[in-house]
């Protein structure tokens, strides 16, 4: 088990990590999320004993990385997969990695071909392609057949087939009752992947709890109404009597609705005393991108604005239609409803006409001007966990700590082979 307590860390005036208290437990997968420079790498860093904790501790298995013993050989990471000497074939490097942690060389072999890189074990890393490279630093992270493992972005640049791979590998590892902790950007993935999350935001703490857990509190459950495509006005119709009754309705991008705030019989009821025919009344739980979207809004330091693009785009020719939205990609207001606990409207009613492809519409009816935006700041999330950036108090920072010998292994009785490697 990983334990870290009040674990902090500050570089000069910048604090990276504040007060993080959490236990990642064996047999499972733990995520761990947060906004880019939250905090995570930095946290993984300190529990892998590559930085001092300013304050605070974090152990693995009761003891801090430094004094665990045979420390390479219970604990594995893939932290940055270009840390490798690149002039060295992926065997060599593999084969330097077990001969400092006491690893049988026939280990080697093993993790290549567990990894799909057997065919291209002679190659120098640098002529490695990104998904390559992971696939070489997940293989060092296996080497010791350790019990504890952690994983920072593995999927970072595996095509599809490489990431079915990474989600499988990490459940069958936390079958086995290994300890996995894995940091992604990627929440689709992350759903699939982990049993329970640890969200981070800003060095602080944003919740610690299943992935199950985690949507159920940060999202509010929907219907999704169809009305006839071919008779649009009784979507309008249909529109107004569910608001009418209280609840909240947001075109969707392919014509549907989604409505908050009734359930499901209420608005079966309404449609059929409005006179209404439904294609599809069905009930839906925001996905974990959506939840998490909302929790972190708050915590988010990098953002981007629509493109101006200086006066160098042509206007569109008359009746010319701009290009298709991208399905999932920033759709302002489109995520994060703000908390049910406030009496906030889960999801904003339209106001005016329906935007370009049938995305909601900005206030007033104007189209949005650049459907791709991320949304502007809007000031924090909205009832969400206290996303304070952490007092800077002036200390001076901790000295880094010489980098420990990198994570190995022990002979493997029961490695997971890659679907590569098959
Ligand atoms: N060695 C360092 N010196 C100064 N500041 C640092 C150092 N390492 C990290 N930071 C800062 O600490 C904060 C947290 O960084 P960290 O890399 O841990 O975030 P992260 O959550 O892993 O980000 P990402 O998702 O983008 O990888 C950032 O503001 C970063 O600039």
Redesign the pocket.
């Known amino acids: 088990m990983i334990e870290a307590v009040g674990l902090t860390k500050r570089?000069?005036d910048?604090t990276?990590v504040y007060n993080l208290s959490f236990q990642v437990r064996p047999g499972a997968v733990t995520g761990f999320l947060?906004?880019?420079?939250?905090?995570?790498?930095?946290?993984m860093r300190m529990i892998l004993g590559l930085d001092n904790p300013t304050a605070g501790h974090v152990t693995i298995g009761g003891y801090p990385y430094r004094r665990l013993p045979n420390a390479p050989r219970q604990v594995g990471a893939l932290l940055d997969a270009k840390a490798v000497h690149g002039g060295r074939s992926a065997r060599n490097h593999l084969l330097s990695l077990a001969q400092l942690s006491g690893i049988p060389a026939r280990r080697v072999d093993e993790v290549l071909g567990v990894v799909g890189l057997q065919d291209v074990a002679g190659r120098r890393s640098k002529g490695f392609s990104l998904g390559m490279g992971q696939r070489l630093g997940i293989a060092a992270a296996l080497l010791g057949d350790p019990q504890v493992l952690l994983f920072d972005e593995p999927v970072n640049g595996l095509d599809p087939e490489g990431i079915l791979w990474v989600r499988n590998l990490m459940k069958s590892l936390a079958a086995e009752g290994r300890t996995v902790f894995v940091s992604s950007?990627l929440m689709s993935e992350m759903a699939l992947t982990a049993d329970h999350l640890i969200v981070i935001g800003r060095?602080q703490l944003l919740s610690d709890m299943s992935v199950k857990d985690f949507i159920s509190a940060n999202s509010a459950d929907f219907a999704r109404v169809r009305t006839p495509d071919t008779e649009p006005q009784l979507r309008e119709k249909l529109t107004s009597a569910l608001t009418e009754a209280g609840g909240q309705v947001l075109p969707e991008q392919d014509g549907a609705l989604r409505v908050t705030g009734l359930p499901l019989p209420r608005i079966s009821d309404i449609a059929h005393d409005s006179g209404v025919r439904l294609w599809e009344l069905s009930p839906h739980q925001a996905s974990l991108e959506e939840a998490y979207m909302r929790m972190t809004q708050g915590a988010v330091d990098y953002r981007s604005v629509a493109d101006q693009k200086a006066g160098l785009q042509q206007p569109l020719p008359p009746g010319a239609q701009p290009p298709m939205p991208v399905p999932g990609q920033g759709q302002p207001g489109w995520y994060a409803p703000p908390p049910p606990q406030q009496g906030g409207q889960p999801f904003p009613a339209p106001q005016g006409t329906p935007g370009p492809y049938g995305a909601p519409a900005a206030p007033g009816g104007q189209p949005s001007p650049n459907p791709y935006a991320q949304p502007a700041p809007q000031g924090g999330a909205p009832g969400g966990p206290a996303a304070e950036p952490p007092a800077q108090p002036a200390q001076p920072p901790a000295q880094p700590a010489a980098a420990p010998a990198a994570p190995a292994t022990a002979p493997a009785t029961n490695p997971t082979k890659s679907e590569d490697a098959r």
């Open positions: 570089y000069g910048k990276a947060g906004p880019n420079g939250s905090g995570k790498s930095t946290t950007h060095g």
